[in-house]
């Protein structure tokens, strides 16, 4: 009682989708889920308890504040951290066991400083972000092998694994071998080599290697265009009708009344908006559904709210609106929300306010 919106988390589909890509994953390769984010918006230790309980074997975030947080939740499986200043603080993280990815010889100055450290040396085979620079990968990795640090692993990040065939592909993959050569000739044997993401575990064999990380496809939503692996989308974003009215043709809605109503027809306000991450380019644009019908939404997304046009059905204070869901046949789904806020389904859920409760349905996740 009191809730006025929830993004119902389903967390059988967690475990459904770990157990699918866990499976796709080459026969020794294992599966690090990705929770940074919190978990993508879904919730960071529900979520990685459920996807640690049904095959996965490492987890997967930006921050060392994030990974400290599985730490103190009592969480003890494998942890990548890989975003921070190469002056940041590591001793923390080293002592709670965290793995440490490298990208600067400044990085791996500081952190080898810092103590006795497993790091994840990160070279930049094409993406063009993170990552060492490929002129400067023998002598990070010839650093690396004469500090007090463990390389634990050597990784790669994938450009454009979403778009079958495209011939960058193949060149990372190429690359990422080179990288390996050449981190062999100064003696470093990493226990695990991870290049593939989502769209790699499910379309690039290939690139497998010891530890593929599932990111978005944990989530639900199919990583590559044209490929259906057989994802259930894990989130379900709902809301209660607070106030409902009917009002005659010709008036307009919101601000600037950017939806004028063409008949007589019943508006009902949903109290969310994008301070909750509604986004305001879903204004006379987006869709919810209602009484298991879509219906519009009418005029400019406000920060706390919106409304949509309900036409003649029969709508009562407290009715549920479905503003995205796991099921296109019954509700919008976060890609069609993505697809109409001209973004991607990542901006969509990570960007789910902390305003919305989380609410978990499903499997019983375990603690520890």
Do not use: C
Not at 265 to 278: I, Q, S
């Amino acid at each position: 009682m009191g809730i006025v919106a929830e993004a119902v988390v389903d967390l059988d589909a967690i475990a459904h989708n770990t157990r699918l890509l866990a499976g796709l994953a080459a026969p020794r390769a294992g599966t690090m889920v990705v929770v940074k984010a919190n978990a993508f918006g879904h919730g960071v230790l529900p979520v990685a308890r459920t996807a640690l309980a049904n095959g996965a074997s490492w987890l997967g975030v930006t921050s060392i504040a994030e990974a400290l947080e599985l730490r103190a939740a009592g969480i003890d499986a494998p942890v990548l951290a890989w975003l921070y200043a190469h002056d940041d603080d590591f001793a923390g993280a080293i002592r709670a066991g965290v793995d440490l990815s490298v990208s600067t010889a400044e990085h791996l100055a500081a952190i080898a400083a810092a103590g006795p450290a497993n790091v994840h040396l990160k070279v930049d085979t094409g993406l063009t972000r993170n990552g060492v620079n490929w002129a400067e990968w023998p002598a990070l990795v010839e650093a690396a092998a004469a500090l007090r640090v463990n390389v634990r692993g050597i990784w790669s990040h994938l450009a454009s694994a979403d778009d079958p065939g495209n011939p960058s592909i193949m060149r990372q993959v190429d690359r990422f071998e080179e990288a390996l050569a050449i981190a062999g000739k100064s003696g470093i044997t990493p226990e695990v080599r991870h290049l593939a993401n989502s769209a790699g575990i499910v379309d690039v064999p290939g690139a497998h290697y010891d530890l593929v990380r599932a990111g978005l496809a944990l989530y639900g939503v199919e990583p590559v265009d044209g490929v259906i692996a057989g994802l259930r989308r894990a989130m379900t974003l709902r809301a209660r009708a607070i106030n409902v009215k009917r009002v005659p043709s010709g008036i307009g809605v919101s601000y600037l009344h950017q939806y004028v109503t063409d008949r007589e027809t019943t508006m009902v306000l949903v109290p969310v908006g994008y301070a909750d991450g509604v986004p305001r380019l879903l204004s006379n644009r987006g869709e919810v559904a209602l009484h298991g019908e879509r219906r519009p939404i009418a005029g400019r997304v406000a920060m706390d709210q919106f409304v949509v046009d309900a036409g003649d059905l029969p709508v009562a204070l407290g009715d549920e609106i479905v503003l995205f869901g796991a099921d296109p046949a019954a509700a919008p789904t976060v890609e069609e929300w993505a697809a109409w806020a001209q973004t991607n389904p990542h901006e969509i859920l990570t960007g789910i306010g902390a305003r919305v409760p989380r609410t978990y349905v499903g499997q019983e996740h375990p603690h520890g």
